[in-house]
């Protein structure tokens, strides 16, 4: 801003604002709280099914006050204490959320050592160092995370949230399930002499009574939710226990068990997220009254119907199941190929059922350096709109968290969270692989799109 040319530019600044319906309210900003007005050339909101063209958004501190049409005439320049951010070449949406991440885990890369050696051979401090790059990363957009637990770097996420809102270090909002509970045999490190005590990358437990204290546990040092392995290991039967050519999965928790976690975690008034991929497992999980299935790789007809009548939401996580297939001719290979292709199947039956679904990637199992975003044109391919694959990770995100109307909208009342992309995601959904634009909680972290006063 050009201090010369406070007065002639104030004053018409004036008329404009009059002109708008935020006027009255931007006068009695009080003079400590910022105020960012920014021209959305279109806008997706988060909610509404078709967007809105030439917008102002008004920010306050952290807060979006108000939403209006920007009318003909914008002017060039502003006086003290109002930022103007001209996106008027741009679509804004909701800043983005991945309601399935692991900011602790690094990509499983074979040839640095897969899962094994983040747990084995790093040392915390280190995977601590690089949980703040994964968070950094996030924000392609990406400005909330449900990160879904730490493989065993404790309760490190609750700590990273802590630097992340003490403002020690950038990142999105997290929502941290810290450890996450499996049973004996139903979660790694495993495959090593039974001499040899392994860590794991869950808590273990065996029992209701172990199970509601895990759940107390996580609570008590800061979970937000609690994340439970309710299946195993995958593969595809050829030996005549079920259907040959079936995938199959190994069930972990007793419906009691499950029962219990839930139970407690509801008195917390948190939720359950279930790693769930089919069959005996995935039926416990709805029947324990589960909050959220996680991959749900196979679901029946019945199940769907169990989901809609539970209120029980799906986080698919499809991309994750495409990279990195073993050979063709393995047993490997094959249980890669048939998970891909189930998921596909069951994906369509949910968005056609009316399924809640939340977008989530499992981030951590893929690379960090790779786009979050590739989730949303497999989110399309398989049946959702546009629109519905870009809700799936704003407003419907938000709901999962219970934060509806103040996370993935872009309406009064809204935490300041949002993105821009050049160009039209409901035209092209890779658009949104490349955001230009970030702002979070009304901080402008990233702009490589906008002209700024
Ligand atoms: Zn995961």
């Known amino acids: 801003m050009k201090r010369g040319t406070i007065l002639p530019a104030a004053l018409l600044v004036l008329v404009w604002l009059i002109s708008i319906a935020s006027a009255q309210k931007i006068a009695s900003v009080p003079a400590t709280s910022s105020v960012t007005m920014i021209r959305a050339g279109a806008l997706i909101d988060g909610e509404s099914n078709s967007p809105r063209r030439n917008v102002i958004i008004t920010v306050r501190g952290n807060m979006i006050t108000d939403v209006s049409d920007a009318g003909a005439s914008i002017p060039t320049s502003f006086p003290a204490g109002v930022t103007f951010i001209d996106l008027s070449g741009a679509t804004v949406l909701p800043g983005l959320i991945d309601a399935h991440t692991h900011i602790f885990l690094q990509g499983e890369v074979p040839a640095e050592g897969g899962y094994d050696v983040q747990l084995l051979k790093y040392p915390l401090a280190f995977r601590a160092a690089r949980a703040t790059v994964s968070a950094r990363r996030a924000r392609q957009g990406f400005t909330a995370l449900r990160d879904m637990e730490t493989e065993d770097a404790g309760y490190g996420d609750v700590g990273i949230k802590m630097a992340i809102e003490g403002g020690y270090i950038p990142g999105p909002r997290l929502f941290v399930s810290t450890r996450a509970i499996s049973t004996t045999g139903g979660y790694p490190l495993e495959g090593y002499a039974p001499e040899i005590e392994v860590p794991k990358g869950v808590q273990i437990i065996d029992g209701p009574v172990e199970a509601r204290k895990a759940a107390r546990e996580q609570l008590d040092h800061g979970a937000d939710w609690i994340k439970v392995y309710m299946t195993h290991r995958s593969w595809v039967s050829n030996n005549g226990v079920g259907k040959d050519g079936e995938l199959v999965s ?199 799109l906008a002209s700024k006063n």
């Open 250 to 448: 190994q069930p972990t928790l007793t419906v009691e068990e499950l029962r219990a976690i839930v139970d407690e975690t509801h008195g917390w008034r948190k939720k359950v997220a279930c790693h769930a991929y089919g069959g005996e497992g995935l039926q416990r999980a709805l029947d324990g009254g589960c909050d959220s299935i996680e991959h749900g790789l196979v679901l029946t007809d019945a199940q769907i119907a169990q989901m809609i009548r539970q209120g029980t939401w799906l986080c698919p996580t499809l991309s994750v199941y495409y990279g990195d297939w073993a050979a063709a001719d393995t047993p490997e290979g094959k249980r890669d190929r048939k998970r891909a292709s189930e998921h596909e199947v069951s994906f369509r039956k949910a968005v056609k059922a009316g399924v809640k679904i939340a977008f989530g990637t499992d981030m951590g199992g893929i690379p960090w350096t790779e786009s979050i975003a590739q989730e949303f044109p497999r989110m399309v391919e398989f049946g959702m709109t546009p629109m519905q694959a870009i809700q799936s990770a704003t407003s419907r995100a938000a709901e999962l968290l219970e934060m509806k109307g103040r996370l993935g909208l872009i309406a009064p009342g809204s935490y300041a969270d949002m993105v821009a992309v050049s160009g039209d995601p409901l035209a092209d959904i890779r658009i949104l692989e490349n955001v230009g634009f970030v702002m979070k909680d009304g901080k402008v972290f990233k702009n490589e």
